[in-house]
């Protein structure tokens, strides 16, 4: 009597040498764009917000002016907003004295007419506010960071002597430092596992008898 063994096909170590090569390929060209596409729609949001900071800190500016450009404070849409030492909405331009962070935090709810969450602390808010004094610079910062639990930086600084206000953004990926370890450990490993592979290969060929 004969007995019929059956045999179970699996994958041969060349098949799976290629499958991992394709998947090393892949981590490295898709992956990157995933997060470039995450990264730039943070970035897209926090330019987004600093127009609309910058635009409603020109238009205050313009309707002190249009009440005389005299008093500390100017009523705009029934708030009651200061305006410091250099003429700017805010408190106190340098170097008198830096702003607090609730100094910041308050401006922020005064200019800005969003649904966006900030506190001075981090925690599930949106957004971070910060008040410095810069030396180098002679002049007060009111600093707004988005997103503050993620591991890089990414937000705006409005200069309380000049107005102007600045987006700021030392995200890895436009030459920063820091982060993007990821992707590149997933490749690292994908490469170990192809090398792993190919080496078994050289070193115990491919059977191609039946038994």
Known sequence: MKWNKAKSKGFTLIELTVGVVLIGVLSVVA????????????????????????SSIDLIKSAWHVEGGQGSTVQVQGQTISINSSEWPGPAGAPSSAPSDNDCLELWNQ???????????????????????????????????????????????????????????????TGGGGGGGGSLGLFGLIALLGLACIRRIGLRPIRTSNR
């Not at 997103?147 to 000049?162: A, E, I, K, M, Q």
């Open 111 to 173: 200019v800005l007419k969003t649904e966006e969450t900030i506190a001075t602390s981090t925690g599930s808010e949106n957004w971070l506010a910060s008040g410095f004094y810069n030396a180098s610079q002679s002049a007060n910062f009111c600093s707004y960071q988005y997103l503050p639990n993620d591991s890089d930086y990414r937000g705006f600084v409005y200069n309380l002597n000049t107005g102007d206000v600045n987006y700021t953004d030392t995200n890895p990926n």
């Open 31 to 54: 992956a990157p764009k995933m997060f470039s596409v995450s990264s730039e729609a943070k970035t897209s949001t926090v330019q987004k917000v600093a127009r609309n900071f910058k």
